[in-house]
């Protein structure tokens, strides 16, 4: 049984204040994006998997750490499945780059299993699995274009017309999320004067699913954002001038990632978006032009 799932850009990410029990609320936008994950699977007496793909691996466990082996068990649990599975994960998604490929091999994992065992969940019962995995995790399960708002993983769709095309730009280390986060709420304290207060209940601007209903790529240009970039340029301040160069080279706008470091470039049409792919990789990034929104984890053979 093989399922694909699509890794994710945000095209606009608020973060609230921080709260008491660390965590932030979030309002955010999410597209599932033409960069795949796979996940094959195939009954086995215990749990095992295997990875492979042409990202760089580093980092990704192969135990019960990794989220589509503990996708797999948890529906096993759930449904009183006895036997166990072997997940064979093929990855495109760069790890650790703030495009939820993690959440993406759980949410194949459990479109999988419940494909091969035959365990038929209804989707709001995968949906309830999907987020006790992860905050992205539902988004991966549902793909297309939707406002992510609680931790990210309270889910509504978006309407969203025509395609978006994107330059990615990958970078080979990973940046730790958890890490990100610390770097922002430490930005916010140290500047809280000329920031002012922060909203607890943050909400998707308004300009945004205009943008997205419209298939405009200019006016979704003009209202991208990511309250994150400001604390992942600060660990990885190497990346500024890869915005700035994408940005001078003809993108529409540029933006990182989720909690990055992958940085996402918006072009006006596909040919465009090939025109700026061309001139990142001449100068030696590892670009990659990829379109949204697509489906999410589904069964492909
Ligand atoms: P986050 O969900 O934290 O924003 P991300 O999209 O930046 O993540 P991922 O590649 O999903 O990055 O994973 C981050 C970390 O999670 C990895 O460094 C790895 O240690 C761990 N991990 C667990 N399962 C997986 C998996 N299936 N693929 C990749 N990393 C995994």
Redesign the pocket.
């Known amino acids: 049984m093989r399922v694909r799932a699509p890794?994710k850009i945000n095209v606009y990410l608020e973060v609230g204040a921080l709260q008491h029990d660390g965590y932030h609320e979030l309002a955010t936008a999410f597209q599932a994006v033409s960069l795949f994950e796979d996940v094959v699977a195939t009954h086995a007496d215990g749990f095992t998997m295997s990875?492979g793909g042409a990202v760089d691996l580093d980092?990704?466990?192969t135990d019960d750490?990794?989220?589509?082996l503990r996708a797999a068990r948890l529906l096993a649990a759930e449904t009183g499945y006895e036997a166990g599975v072997h997940l064979d994960?093929h990855?495109q998604?760069?790890?650790?780059?703030?495009?939820?490929?993690?959440?993406?091999?759980?949410a194949a994992a459990l479109v999988a299993c419940d494909a091969l065992w035959d365990t038929r969940l209804t989707g709001p019962e995968l949906h309830r699995l999907a987020a006790r995995l992860?905050?992205?995790v539902p988004f991966a399960l549902r793909g297309g274009t939707a406002i992510g708002t609680g931790r990210g993983d309270v889910l509504n769709p978006a309407l969203a017309r025509g395609r978006f095309d994107w330059v990615l730009v990958t970078s080979v280390d990973?940046?730790?999320?958890p890490k990100v986060y610390g770097e922002l709420d430490a930005h916010r304290e140290r500047h809280k004067v000329d920031i002012g207060p922060i909203a607890t209940r943050p909400s998707v601007d308004a300009e945004v699913l205009h943008a997205l209903r419209a298939g405009d790529p200019a006016m979704l240009a003009a209202a991208l954002r990511n309250d994150l970039q400001v604390a992942t340029l600060r660990l990885r301040p190497d990346l500024a001038a890869v915005l700035e160069h994408g940005e001078a080279s003809g993108a529409l706008a540029g933006l990182v990632s989720?909690?990055g470091p992958t940085l996402a470039f918006l072009c006006g049409s596909p040919e465009h978006a090939l025109e700026l792919r061309t001139v990142l990789a001449a100068a030696g990034h590892d670009a990659l032009h990829v379109h949204g929104p697509v489906p999410g984890a589904r069964v492909v053979g």
């Open positions: 890794g990875v980092g990704v466990p750490r990794n989220l589509a994960v990855k998604v760069p790890v650790a780059g703030g495009m939820g490929g993690g959440s993406a091999d759980a992860g905050a992205d990973g940046v730790s999320t989720g909690s």
